[in-house]
Every structure is written in C-alpha cells, then in structure tokens.
C-alpha cells in the first residue's frame, strides 16, 4: 500500500545568518556553528503532575494504564533555531518543542533526551510546542512526566519555519532538522540549568519513523555532530519507501486510506529537491487536480477538508496518471531513483534498535517496512529488534477498539509504550 506514515527567500536567509552570527558571537549559538543556533526560546505552559493524570485518566485519552502515573511537572516550551534545508542550504530556521521535567522528590533527574519526529501534517501551521496538540499530550505523558526531556521537531516549513515547502520523506532533511533542534534544545537547557544524563533515544511515529531512522544513520555517519545515539525506537515508520510504493501500485484505482494525499506531497517534494520526476506537474497529475498542486502541501485545510472541497480526490485513481504508475514500476525513473535515495536500507546502525509497528496495519505495511528493514539491518550485524504489538498480550484491549480505518494511527500509542518500557528504560 502507499505509505501514510500519520512554506524573498534570499533576503530572509541573509537575515537568519546574520541573527545566527550574533548568537554566536554572543555565546547564544550552538558548539557546532550556525546549525542548531538557538533564534528564540519561550515558555509555552507548565503542566502539573495532577492535570496530565487528569488528562491520561479522561474519556477522550484514557490511557494512564500505559503510561503510568506522572512523576514530573513539565514545562512546554517552544525553541526557534537555525538548521539547513535540502543539499545542506544553510540559512533557514525551524521549530522544536521541548518538554522540560521539572526536578522534584520524585523526579530528581538528570533527564536523558528523546528527540521526537512527529507523523504526517498537511497544516502549516501545526506545531508540537502546544499542550493540546494529540502528539504532544502523549510525548508528555509517556516520556516528559516520567523523567525523559523531549526534543520534538515541527520539520521544516511548518510553524514559524521559513523554509517555503515542506520536504516530505526526504531523509537527509528530516535527520539534519532533527540534529539542529536537538544542538538548540542542549543550549537552551544549559542555560534553564536543566540536569542532563547525555542519554540520547531517538523515535517518531510513522513519518516521523522514517525521520527517526534517517537521524540515527546521520549521526553514526557524522562524529562532527557531536552525537552519540543511545537507542532508537522508530515506529511504524515507511522504511522502505521503493517496497511500499511498488506494493501500493497493486491498490489501484482506489489507492488506499488517504494516498490521494500523501502521494503528491511526496511527489511534489521530490520534484522540488531534484527537479527531475516529471516536466509539468500534467505529466503526473489529471485535471481538475492538478492546478495549484505543487503548493497545496502543506496548506492550510486538514486532511478531510483537502477531500470534501474537491482539492484532491478521494481515489488514487482519479488524481495520478499512466505515467506516475509506470514511473513506480520503473526502476530507473526520476521518481524511483528518489524514493530509493530516500529509503533507509543498507547500513548497520551500532546503537540498539527497536522497530516497533502493528501487523494488521493498512497503511504502512508491517512486512514491507518493520519486518524487512529489522532483517535488512540484522543482516549486517546490527543489534535491530523487530515487535509486532499484536503480539504483546497486554495491548490486546488497546488493538481491540481499533478500526482498519483508525489502525494506523491508533498504534502509536501501544508502539510509545513498548519503545519506552523495552528499549528506552533498559539503557537510560
């Protein structure tokens, strides 16, 4: 199936620089240069202990039996910092979220770090730094309350990012943006005085496994970062992104649950970062669809919205051309040759992996994309743990309100649990 895994640019870049030189002159940067210089660091929100319970332990998110009881206090805050766009351009800015802990008798620190990569967002304007927000509640809940600070990424071109697009699936970008927010969250925690361990676990969640995986490989590929992986915990991330597409072709012409969407953001993203899968957006997109569809992702309508205003159209079918499914099965189109850049087979991580996922998920395929990747990476040596949560008998009650509609996205909160209680706990 398709995966689903869940915006003057010279005059801003000189700006951006020069705010980032400033920083550094004045001991504001990060220790590796202008990536990861921290623009602006401000207080969201503090959470108690007993307005997360009350929350974990409400109708509309009752999962305290998973994440058990708050032990921490935890202050949202929302740092802006410099990082590169695709190709390594520097001069651009994104937004992370930071979930502090709150040292107290039963949260004594020092904290290790997640860092965050979040599922698929077609709104510009979402950000993580927001308590509300569905995946900051569980990063808050399953990590921050029990003594683990958070470092969640918006990626580029969301939020008050001014990156002009979003590059979806683009490993190299997601990983560097991941990196920068990680070196902006480390300075602005040492100046709140934040106990740190120097424990650093990296997970995410469907897009943001792929993004968690891509930042796990950079940092074992780059010992300038100044990064040393612990352990990560991808979840149900689309790994593999030739093996899910090529198996997505079978699913024509109604494609499946929401690949009308995520196939032109890849698409269109793609075409931006290496302007070689199609001439004219006509090549790969049918009328009426196709105007204004390369600056449709991320805009400001939801996922429902897209479809019942006509933007894009419910079937796969009815928006991608003959030629678009003779480029999946190509194995030298533009398209192809993309999708293969950006799966992340074929290297040997030496810190532990747990790939997490569901098997009955229609979305992101377990074999294609849990299975295989964890048999991939073993294959070389790699300490790589696949887990189905099917298989783990006190998720049951958890997997059993789930819908083949709202599978994948209901998996995420099974998969937090299992990488934080299998993984993180074991070496943090």
Same mark, same amino acid.
């Given at each position: 199936?398709?995966?689903? $895994?869940?915006?003057?640019?010279?005059?801003?870049? +000189?700006?951006?620089?020069?705010?980032?030189?400033?920083?550094?002159?004045?001991?504001?940067?990060?220790?590796?240069?202008?990536?990861?210089?921290?623009?602006?660091?401000?207080?969201?929100?503090?959470?108690?202990?007993?307005?997360?319970?009350?929350?974990?332990?409400? !109708?509309?998110? $009752?999962?305290?039996?998973?994440?058990?009881?708050?032990?921490?206090?935890?202050?949202?805050?929302?740092?802006?910092?410099?990082?590169?766009?695709?190709?390594?351009?520097?001069?651009?800015? %994104?937004?992370?979220?930071?979930?502090?802990?709150?040292?107290? %008798?039963?949260? !004594?620190? $020092?904290? *290790?770090?997640?860092?965050?990569?979040?599922?698929?967002?077609?709104?510009? +304007?979402?950000?993580?730094?927001?308590?509300?927000?569905?995946?900051?509640?569980?990063?808050? +809940?399953?990590?921050?309350?029990?003594?683990?600070?958070?470092?969640?990424?918006?990626?580029?071109?969301?939020?008050?990012?001014? @990156?002009?697009?979003?590059?979806?699936? #683009?490993?190299?970008?997601?990983?560097?943006? &991941?990196?920068?927010?990680?070196?902006?969250?480390?300075?602005?925690?040492?100046?709140?005085?934040? *106990?740190?361990?120097?424990?650093? @676990?990296?997970?995410?969640?469907?897009?943001?496994?792929?993004?968690?995986?891509?930042? #796990?490989?950079?940092?074992?590929?780059? !010992?300038?970062?100044?990064?040393?992986?612990?352990?990560?915990?991808?979840?149900?991330?689309?790994?593999?992104?030739?093996?899910? @597409?090529?198996?997505?072709?079978?699913?024509?012409?109604?494609?499946?649950?929401?690949?009308?969407?995520?196939?032109?953001?890849?698409?269109?993203?793609?075409?931006?970062?290496?302007?070689?899968?199609?001439?004219? $957006?006509?090549?790969?997109?049918?009328?009426?669809?196709?105007?204004?569809?390369?600056?449709?992702? *991320?805009?400001?309508? &939801? @996922?429902?919205?897209?479809?019942?205003?006509?933007?894009?159209?419910?079937?796969?079918?009815?928006?991608?051309?003959?030629?678009?499914?003779?480029?999946?099965?190509?194995?030298?189109?533009?398209?192809?040759? +993309?999708?293969?850049?950006?799966?992340?087979?074929?290297?040997?991580?030496?810190? !532990?992996?747990?790939?997490?996922?569901?098997?009955?998920? /229609?979305?992101?395929?377990?074999?294609?994309?849990?299975?295989?990747?964890?048999?991939?990476?073993?294959?070389?040596?790699?300490?790589?743990?696949?887990?189905?949560?099917?298989?783990?008998?006190?998720?049951? /009650?958890?997997?059993?309100?789930?819908? /083949?509609?709202?599978?994948?996205?209901?998996?995420?909160?099974?998969?937090?649990?299992?990488?934080?209680?299998?993984?993180?706990?074991?070496?943090?």
């Amino acid at each position: 199936m398709f995966p689903i $895994p869940h915006r003057a640019y010279a005059l801003r870049a +000189a700006t951006v620089t020069a705010v980032a030189v400033l920083l550094a002159a004045c001991g504001g940067g990060s220790d590796t240069g202008l990536r990861g210089a921290v623009i602006a660091d401000t207080a969201v929100t503090t959470l108690t202990r007993a307005q997360i319970d009350a929350t974990t332990s409400s !109708p509309a998110l $009752p999962i305290q039996a998973l994440t058990g009881a708050a032990r921490c206090d935890v202050t949202v805050r929302k740092v802006t910092h410099t990082t590169n766009g695709p190709g390594g351009t520097a001069g651009y800015t %994104a937004v992370a979220a930071v979930l502090v802990p709150t040292v107290s %008798a039963t949260c !004594p620190g $020092p904290f *290790p770090i997640v860092a965050y990569d979040p599922g698929t967002s077609v709104e510009k +304007a979402r950000t993580l730094a927001n308590p509300t927000s569905g995946e900051t509640a569980l990063l808050t +809940a399953f990590f921050a309350a029990q003594g683990y600070v958070v470092v969640a990424t918006d990626y580029l071109g969301f939020s008050d990012s001014n @990156f002009p697009y979003h590059p979806y699936l #683009h490993a190299e970008s997601q990983a560097s943006t &991941t990196v920068d927010a990680i070196r902006a969250a480390r300075v602005a925690l040492d100046r709140q005085g934040v *106990p740190l361990s120097g424990r650093l @676990f990296l997970t995410g969640y469907s897009q943001g496994g792929h993004a968690a995986l891509a930042t #796990h490989r950079a940092i074992e590929a780059d !010992p300038s970062l100044g990064l040393t992986v612990t352990g990560s915990g991808p979840m149900s991330g689309p790994y593999d992104l030739v093996g899910s @597409f090529v198996a997505g072709a079978s699913f024509l012409p109604t494609g499946t649950g929401g690949s009308s969407v995520f196939t032109p953001y890849v698409v269109t993203g793609y075409q931006k970062i290496y302007g070689n899968l199609y001439s004219t $957006p006509a090549d790969y997109f049918r009328a009426p669809y196709v105007t204004g569809i390369e600056s449709l992702l *991320p805009g400001t309508l &939801t @996922f429902d919205q897209l479809i019942a205003t006509g933007r894009l159209p419910l079937n796969l079918g009815d928006l991608i051309t003959p030629r678009a499914v003779a480029d999946i099965g190509d194995a030298n189109s533009g398209f192809r040759r +993309a999708l293969s850049a950006n799966s992340l087979l074929g290297w040997t991580p030496r810190a !532990p992996v747990l790939l997490c996922g569901g098997a009955k998920d /229609p979305v992101v395929l377990y074999t294609v994309n849990t299975a295989a990747t964890a048999a991939d990476l073993r294959s070389r040596g790699a300490n790589v743990t696949a887990i189905d949560v099917e298989t783990v008998p006190e998720l049951a /009650p958890v997997l059993a309100a789930l819908t /083949p509609a709202t599978y994948h996205g209901g998996v995420i909160t099974p998969c937090m649990k299992v990488v934080r209680d299998a993984l993180f706990a074991t070496l943090r």
